[in-house]
Nanobody, 126 residues
Framework: QLQLAESGGGLVQPGGSLSLSCATS????????VGWFRQAPGKEREGILFISEDGDKTYYADSVKGRFTVYRDNAKNTVYLQMNRLKTDDTDVYYC???????????????????WGQGTQVTVSA
């Protein structure tokens, strides 16, 4: 069973940058499309971006387009999320999720994903 672990969350000032990682040591992540989601208390989990198994397709929500970048290193079984120009509205718990052999057509639908990480808190505050 695929086990995902996010890391890299923390506190950052508005306008700053933060890098998150999503890694697995239990299986080959290269078979999975990976989505990143975020969720604030009392709100729906929001899909913000997706990367295909080999990294040749990426999709971004409008809320993060131009500020966030996703990339992956399948040799390290890791997907990275680089977040720049952070805003206070980006404060959330961030989750990565994996879908086996995903075509990405429903990348923002959390029901499409087979495995989830435990989440990492990102707080953007002065």
């Amino acid at each position: 069973q695929l086990q995902l672990a996010e890391s890299g969350g923390g506190l950052v000032q508005p306008g700053g940058s933060l890098s998150l990682s999503c890694a697995t040591s239990t299986y080959t992540l290269g078979y999975y499309g990976v989505g990143w989601f975020r969720q604030a208390p009392g709100k729906e989990r929001e899909g913000i971006l997706f990367i295909s198994e080999d990294g040749d397709k990426t999709y971004y929500a409008d809320s993060v387009k131009g500020r966030f970048t996703v990339y992956r290193d399948n040799a390290k079984n890791t997907v990275y999320l680089q977040m720049n120009r952070l805003k206070t509205d980006d404060t959330d718990v961030y989750y990565c999720a994996a879908e086996l052999f995903s075509d990405g057509s429903k990348w923002s639908d959390k029901r499409e994903y087979d495995y989830w990480g435990q989440g990492t808190q990102v707080t953007v505050s002065a």
